[in-house]
């Protein structure tokens, strides 16, 4: 895709600060699944094994494109603010040792499939820091994963980035390898926020690294923000957002920052005095939105941002924009393959989650093994209502009558849910036209919690377990 059709982003306008009415505030802000998957990840088990995933892969139809998800879990530094699953090591041969294993777990995974070359119609790669690789390991880990799979024509080939210490050669390699697309991480570009989350990020390595990047080939251009950070303000956050709009990014990532260091220690480091409110949140994400939207961008679901014509946008407009674990996604491949400890995979029948601890992970496949730690099968209503998160999270409405006609049940498949939506739509944040349902403008904001009254393990405390999660605002 080229970028000359579409509109030149505006520079961002001022935006007020919108305020959360302090009792919805009170009430739906708390915690809520950020249902990248459904059921979530929390409720997966170790019943799912690698020989259930065996099976599962054999099943896949010869000629339905697949999706590739490879998870480098390397960095060479530590930013306070990450939750992704990751390792710091200053030195290579850890990361190098692990390409070893990477490349005999995608065999591995080939021999389970059988003797069919499977089209790839998309493949990811996340971190940590995919761009740790040398330009070697980058070209060496794409062949290893065309040994095996089919592109497609139309293959979307995205990376993730850190855009600190990125050389030309590093850059090469990218383009050789057939990247498409390239997420660069830029959060904030206050040099006192970026202190706090141990990321200083100088804004001039990042424009040098987007020009590099499509000057070589790769046009497509996602930046991602945050909100919610330690020190930030509202203005703080909009002089981001006006920085990142200079990069002409095709695609904006808006996250909210997730404070969950029960789960990850390292967010002890960021002093939580220093964390804004609840309001401020809110403040934070509205006033961002209302800049993107006046610079031309689509708002799509909970915290995404594109060009008017990026496949996202129109995906968006078609009602086919679907979500995983890398967020929103155009990506409607029948199976997400992922490899690489710790990587997550969907298949028509469920999910699979590998070895999180890089050395049982490596064990694991040396012994010849599938390194699947835990996993969850579909069971009951857990497709029909995972379609109703879906629907709810990419286009804020859902019609619960088509869903019930496409899955073959009856109105009272929803009763529960139907249920639980009655303060929502009383408090004004859902509204219901017969069967559909659509969240109001005021309940955008609280869509993580629309959705969570389609979730019988979240609602119900005999199946929620010990399982907590970041704020829902």
Same mark, same amino acid.
């Given at each position: ?35 990248? /998957? ?32 490879? @998870?480098?879990?390397?960095?060479? %530094? ?43 119609? @998309? ?28 592109? %497609? ?123 804004? !409110? ?10 961002? /939105? ?29 009602? %086919? ?18 490899? !690489? ?26 012994? !010849? ?64 036209? !017969? ?34 999660? /970041?704020?829902?605002?």
């Amino acid at each position: 895709m080229t970028m000359q059709t579409a509109p030149a982003p505006a520079a961002a306008a001022p935006a007020r600060a919108a305020e959360a009415p302090a009792g919805l505030l009170a009430k739906y802000g708390g915690p809520a699944p950020r249902y990248t /998957s459904y059921p979530t990840a929390p409720h997966f088990d170790a019943r799912v094994d690698g020989g259930v995933y065996a099976n599962w892969l054999a099943q896949l139809p010869a000629d339905q494109a697949v999706s590739i998800y490879a @998870h480098i879990p390397f960095c060479d %530094t530590l930013c306070w603010f990450c939750g992704c699953q990751t390792k710091i090591t200053r030195r290579y041969k850890p990361v190098s040792e692990y390409l070893d294993v990477l490349e005999t777990e995608i065999a591995l995974i080939r021999r389970a499939i059988g003797d069919r070359r499977l089209p790839m119609s @998309h493949m990811h790669w996340g971190g940590g820091s995919p761009t740790m690789l040398t330009p070697d390991d980058v070209r060496r880990l794409a062949r290893a994963l065309d040994a095996h799979f089919d592109r %497609t024509a139309d293959c979307v080939f995205a990376v993730e980035i850190d855009p600190r210490e990125m050389s030309n050669a590093d850059v090469d390699a990218l383009a050789e390898a057939g990247v498409t697309r390239a997420s660069l991480g830029l959060q904030d570009v206050d040099p006192k926020v970026q202190q706090a989350i141990n990321r200083l990020q100088p804004m001039d390595e990042t424009e040098a690294l987007a020009a590099r990047l499509r000057a070589v080939g790769v046009k497509e251009l996602n930046l991602d923000l945050m909100y919610g950070l330690p020190y930030q303000s509202v203005e703080h956050v909009l002089r981001s957002v006006e920085a990142a709009l200079t990069l002409r990014p095709d695609r904006i990532a808006l996250f909210g920052y997730a404070h969950v260091p029960w789960m990850k220690t390292h967010q002890k480091m960021i002093p939580e005095e220093a964390l804004p !409110g609840g309001e401020e949140r809110y403040a934070q994400a509205e006033a961002a /939105s209302a800049a993107l939207d006046a610079a031309g961008y689509v708002r799509i679901g909970l915290d995404h941002f594109a060009r008017p014509d990026d496949p996202m946008a129109i995906a968006h407009t078609a009602g %086919t924009l679907k979500r995983n674990f890398q967020g929103y996604t155009t990506d409607d491949a029948s199976a997400l393959i992922g490899v !690489g400890a710790s990587a997550i995979g969907r298949l028509p029948q469920g999910y699979v989650q590998n070895e999180s601890a890089t050395g049982t992970y490596a064990r694991m496949v040396a012994a !010849g093994r599938l390194p699947v730690g835990r996993g969850k099968a579909f069971e009951g209503d857990d497709r029909l209502m995972g379609a109703a998160i879906e629907r709810l999270m990419c286009d804020f409405e859902v019609d619960l009558d088509e869903l019930a006609a496409e899955f073959a049940v009856g109105p009272e498949a929803f009763a529960t849910a139907e249920t639980r939506l009655v303060p929502l739509v009383a408090d004004g944040l859902a509204e219901r036209s !017969g069967g559909l349902l659509r969240a109001t403008p005021e309940g955008r904001p609280y869509i993580r919690h629309l959705a969570a009254c389609f979730d019988h393990y979240f609602k119900d405390p005999a199946r929620a377990g010990a399982a907590r999660h /970041s704020s829902a605002v």
